[in-house]
């Protein structure tokens, strides 16, 4: 990968790993499916009129916008809520590494190497570390119903990773906003069914401006440029080099986290965080010795 890219690449895992931290200060002001639903609206107002559709199917813009949306971003606000920690969040939302590769395996028939067994056992071992002190310790920050939908996300992420992969080389800022389209409908019938009218015009009514601020770094920071370049970098090295490179955002997520909101960081969410990265950190080495061969 040149380092332009990297570079790229790491400047988008910054942002999504503080994005942690700025979910919770919009989650104040929103219930979770209004907020994911006003999330894609600024991604797609003004926007929409000033990127041309790309030359791609309709489905793809439709799977990609609805897993995100009612996937991935109303999944794990919901989860952020109150049952997992902005930090926490940020590192098991990195499930989305392996379930990409996995799904990239079943799918296009790529072949892992033995190492990446091994860093998925690794991963798999701080996930359960994680789900161990849910239920083991009442002040863990985490509910075993809030891993596992945060786990949902990241199966919701890695699925629109791998139609990204299948869409070419096209405009990825302009597919984002097009994408997010589809995701406006199914995330606000959610909202209006889960949360109500009365919810909805009382947040609306009231939102501080720090809490439309989030909305808008999640729009435009986040989903319009993060998720652009990610997906840029998709569609032009295999997966099993890009996505790794998430290795980084429970990096920033949880320091951003314990310096920005006071998050506790015992010695337990160290170690977890060490086996999910040093899973992610081996799974960058088998990816590229398996592309050098």
Request: proline residues 6%.
């Amino acid at each position: 990968m040149p380092f332009t890219h990297l570079l790229l690449a790491l400047i988008v895992v910054f942002i999504w790993g503080t994005n942690f931290v700025v979910i919770k200060w919009g989650l104040a002001d929103f219930p979770p499916f209004l907020f994911a639903a006003l999330r894609f609206v600024l991604c797609v107002l003004p926007w929409l009129f000033f990127f041309r559709r790309p030359k791609v199917s309709w489905s793809a813009l439709a799977a990609v916008g609805v897993l995100l949306g009612a996937g991935q971003f109303s999944l794990l606000y919901w989860a952020m809520q109150g049952s997992i920690s902005p930090g926490l969040a940020s590192l098991v939302a990195q499930s989305q590494v392996f379930f990409t590769i996995m799904l990239a395996v079943m799918l296009t028939g790529e072949r892992p190497r033995a190492a990446q067994y091994a860093a998925l056992g690794l991963a798999v071992a701080g996930y359960l570390l994680v789900a161990w002190h849910s239920v083991a310790d009442p002040a863990a920050a985490v509910t075993l119903g809030g891993l596992g939908l945060v786990l949902a996300a990241g199966l919701c992420w890695a699925c629109a990773n791998t139609v990204v992969r299948g869409v070419g080389r096209v405009n990825m800022g302009a597919f984002m906003v097009w994408s997010s389209v589809f995701a406006i409908p199914p995330v606000l019938a959610i909202s209006l069914a889960v949360e109500g009218p009365a919810r909805i015009a009382d947040a609306l009514a009231h939102a501080s401006w720090p809490g439309w601020a989030a909305v808008f770094w999640q729009a435009v920071g986040n989903t319009v440029v993060g998720f652009g370049a990610w997906n840029w970098l998709l569609v032009r090295h295999p997966a099993a080099l890009v996505t790794p490179l998430a290795l980084l955002v429970p990096v920033f997520g949880m320091l951003s986290s314990t310096l920005l909101l006071a998050e506790p960081l015992p010695a337990w969410k160290i170690l977890a965080a060490l086996l999910v990265m040093g899973g992610l950190a081996l799974n960058i080495h088998a990816g590229r010795r398996g592309a050098r061969a």
